[in-house]
T-cell receptor
Framework: AQSVTQLGSHVSVSEGALVLLRCNYSSSVPPYLFWYVQYPNQGLQLLLKYTSAATLVKGINGFEAEFKKSETSFHLTKPSAHMSDAAEYFCAVSLGDDMRFGAGTRLTVKP | SQTIHQWPATLVQPVGSPLSLECTVEGTSNPNLYWYRQAAGRGLQLLFYSVGIGQISSEVPQNLSASRPQDRQFILSSKKLLLSDSGFYLC?????????????????FGAGSRLTVL
């Protein structure tokens, strides 16, 4: 069965610094991969998704992620963090009708 | 446009009491429907998903059940709540998908239901 592992349950960066949130996947066949963001006491919103069209995927709010098959990774990056980026981020993988999420990474942005 | 409604938003229940969380989707037909649970520090756990009326796949448990009595209605239930059932429950839907792109569809989430079992 497919799964994802997010490295680091908490990441703290300064405003304006690079954001890097790590995600590795496990799948027997090329998967579809997603990043979602969750603000406090809300549901999840899609940031971006990888569906094999291009390995570098651009999402909303300046985020992007790169699919690297050799490393089985799908890390999320943003060149310059903003205070409004503080939230919890989830990586997810899907092959069929179900979607599996990682444990989440809480991003804190310091002024 | 499609919308998803989930209620109640907040619920405090004693141990051993029943549970019913309801989720409805508007503006689409024959969606895939999902229930996830988010417990503190444990990420999102897929509980149930449904690809059609009366079709429920169970991933986890135990003292929870799900039903889909209508095309766009998904209900999460329990006959007797446990302390460990506390958490944030999220309903979601996606377009039904078949063929080579199965799995590529995005989930759209409801606002969540926070359950505290005392």
């Amino acid at each position: 069965a497919q799964s994802v592992t997010q490295l680091g349950s908490h990441v703290s960066v300064s405003e304006g610094a690079l954001v890097l949130l790590r995600c590795n996947y496990s799948s027997s066949v090329p998967p579809y991969l997603f990043w979602y963001v969750q603000y406090p006491n809300q549901g999840l919103q899609l940031l971006l998704k990888y569906t094999s069209a291009a390995t570098l995927v651009k999402g909303i709010n300046g985020f992007e992620a790169e699919f690297k098959k050799s490393e089985t990774s799908f890390h999320l990056t943003k060149p310059s963090a903003h205070m409004s980026d503080a939230a919890e981020y989830f990586c997810a993988v899907s092959l069929g009708d179900d979607m599996r999420f990682g444990a989440g990474t809480r991003l804190t942005v310091k002024p | 446009s499609q919308t998803i409604h989930q209620w109640p938003a907040t619920l405090v229940q004693p141990v051993g009491s029943p549970l019913s969380l309801e989720c409805t989707v508007e503006g689409t037909s024959n969606p895939n429907l999902y229930w996830y649970r988010q417990a503190a520090g444990r990420g999102l756990q897929l509980l149930f998903y449904s690809v059609g009326i009366g079709q429920i796949s169970s991933e986890v448990p135990q003292n929870l059940s799900a039903s889909r009595p209508q095309d766009r209605q998904f209900i999460l239930s329990s006959k007797k709540l446990l302390l460990s059932d506390s958490g944030f429950y999220l309903c979601a839907w996606s377009e039904i998908n078949r063929g080579i792109t199965s799995g590529a569809n995005v989930l759209t989430f409801g606002a969540g239901s926070r359950l505290t079992v005392l």
